[in-house]
């Protein structure tokens, strides 16, 4: 009930990706500490060269890569919602990195908030699951670490 409630309030609250977006949020960089910038521009190259490595796979099967990733810093959230919009009959794949070992959990929920049965991949600090959209509309991806923090990570989605 935890969840559908959450779903709900993203439903209304989070802005939408629509499949001709990106799903871009790039951090601030920059300010008094250049050294720490320097440091969230290698940890974000990192987990895009993670990231990838497991979409790499996918690519070969003919899907497409969208041109943009969407990078969170730690939480002290144990979970990520997500809201994307999805097109009926196509094939999506969410593939996720994290820099540590903590291999991240992704679950997409259909537009009522029900798990979509799916086909899931992962090692150590990656994770890809694979859905169908079965109608078009508003999807959500949940995003979750292992105990009671959500690690820093990066995701990506490709579509067929």
Excluded at 85 to 101: H, I, K, P, S
């Amino acid at each position: 009930m935890k969840k559908l409630a959450s779903i709900l309030a993203c439903l209304l609250l989070c802005p939408a990706v629509s499949p001709a977006q990106a799903p871009v949020v790039l951090p601030t960089v920059g300010g008094k500490d250049d050294a720490a910038a320097g440091d969230t521009a290698a940890r974000m190259s990192n987990l895009r060269a993670k990231t990838l490595e497991i979409a790499g796979g996918l690519i070969g099967e003919d899907f497409h890569v969208r041109d943009g990733f969407l990078f969170e810093p730690s939480s002290a959230a144990s979970s990520k919602l997500l809201a994307v919009n999805l097109v009926a009959g196509n094939r999506y794949w969410f593939c996720a990195a994290t820099d540590e070992n903590i291999t991240p959990k992704l679950t997409v929920y259909d537009p009522s908030g029900k798990p979509l049965e799916a086909d899931i991949r992962s090692a150590p600090g990656q994770a890809a699951v694979g859905v169908t959209a079965g109608a078009t509309g508003r999807y959500f991806v949940e995003v979750q670490g292992t105990g009671e923090q959500l690690p820093e990570f990066c995701l990506l989605y490709l579509f067929q």
